[in-house]
C-alpha cells in the first residue's frame, strides 16, 4: 500500500517520523508554509524558514524515499501586521522557481479580521500573477463556517479556477459547501480537535469521495503523522474497498497536486 499526506508540517517532526511514515507506505508529502508556534521578530526568519522548505526538508525526506513538495506564504496567525506581511510576500515570488515548490499556502483566516483579510486577498493576488495553485487553512471552532464563506468569496473574486484550490480543515458543517462550489476539500485527522479518522469515515459515508482527501497536518502540537494510515484501517475496518480507500489518500491528492508541474512522484 502506499499514501500520501498532503499536509503535514514535517519541519516540526523527527527524522524518525520520517522513517514510520515510509514504513506505514507514505511515498509523498506536501508541507504547507505555518506558523512556527511563536511570531518570528523579522522577515529574515521567513527567508530561513522557507529555505528550509525548499532545500534541506526534501533532502530529509528523500533519505526515506518520501518526496517532499511544499506551499509558501505568510499564515493567517502572523498576518495581522500587514506591513511586516508585505516584507515577508515580497521574498515569495524568488522561492516559487524551486522545484518542489506547489503554489500559495496555506493561506487564509485566524480570527477572521479585516487584516487577515486585506493579506488573504494580496496572497491571492500573488498566485494569480504566478499562476500557483492555493492551499487553504480554515479557521477551527465556531468561526469555521463565517471564515470558509469569507475565504471561498475573496477566492472567487479573483480569476483561480476553484478545481486548483484545496479548502483544508473540512467538518461536517463545511464540506458539501466546499465541494458545490467547485473547491476540492481536505479533512485534517488530530488525535483528539478536529476530525478524527472515525468522523473523517463518516463523511466519506456522507458526502462520497470526490474532490476529497485528508491529511495528518501533523505539527509541533499534539498531533499524529501516521493519522492517515490510521484513517486507511478505520475505513477497511468498516468494509470500503480498497478502491476507494486509495482513492482518497493517494488517488485524489496525485490528482490534484498534479496539476502542477513541479509535482512529480517518480
Ligand atoms: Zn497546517
Known sequence: ?????????????????????AQAGCIAVTEP??????????AQGFYDYYRQLTE???????QFGIKHFTWLCINPKEADD????????????????????????EI??????KNELIILEEQIALAE??????????????????GTRIIMDAISASSIEPGRVLID????????????RGFWAGMTLYPDTKVTPQRAADIIEMFGTERLWMNSAGDWGCSDPLAVPKAR????????????????????PQTFLGQSENFKLE
Open 233 to 252: 484501517l478505520e475505513m477497511a475496518k468498516r468494509g470500503h474497498s480498497s478502491e476507494t480507500i486509495d482513492q482518497v489518500t493517494f488517488g485524489n
Open 129 to 146: 500573477k504566478y499562476n500557483q495553485m492555493v492551499l487553504v487553512h480554515t479557521p477551527h471552532l465556531e468561526d469555521k463556517q463565517k
Open 108 to 113: 487564509g483566516l485566524n480570527k477572521n479580521t
Open 1 to 21: 500500500m502506499r499514501y500520501i499526506d498532503p499536509h503535514i508540517h514535517m519541519v516540526s517532526r523527527t527524522t524518525d517520523d520520517y522513517q514510520r511514515m
Open 82 to 105: 500587514p506591513g511586516f506581511a508585505r516584507e515577508v510576500i515580497a521574498l515569495i515570488p524568488d522561492f516559487l522557481e524551486k522545484e518542489t515548490v506547489l503554489g500559495i499556502g
Open 169 to 180: 480543515h473540512v467538518e461536517e458543517h463545511t464540506v458539501s459547501e466546499v465541494l458545490d
Open 33 to 42: 508554509a505555518f506558523w512556527a508556534g511563536f511570531d518570528r521578530s523579522s
Open 56 to 62: 534541506y526538508e526534501p533532502k530529509r525526506a528523500a
